[in-house]
C-alpha cells in the first residue's frame, strides 16, 4: 500500500513541476457524528505516517 501511495506522490509531482498540492479525504465522515471521532483520529494518524514515510527521506536529502 505504500509503494503505492509513493508512485502517486512522484507521478502527481512530476506532471506539476513548480507546485505540489497533497490532499488526503476520508470521505462520508461528518464531522458532527462525535461518536466516530476515534475513528477518525485514527485514520488521520495512519495518514500521517504514510506522509511521514515517504517525505522524511526526501527531505533530509534536500541538505
Do not use: G
Not at 509513493?6 to 506539476?16: F, G, I, M, R, V
Amino acid at each position: 500500500m505504500l509503494d503505492d501511495f509513493k508512485k502517486t506522490l512522484w507521478a502527481t509531482a512530476d506532471k506539476l513541476r513548480d507546485a505540489c498540492r497533497i490532499l488526503q479525504v476520508r470521505r462520508e465522515s461528518p464531522l458532527d457524528s462525535e461518536d466516530q471521532w476515534s475513528a477518525y483520529y485514527a485514520w488521520l494518524e495512519q495518514a500521517a505516517m504514510r506522509m511521514s514515510e515517504v517525505f522524511r527521506p526526501l527531505v533530509k536529502e534536500l541538505n
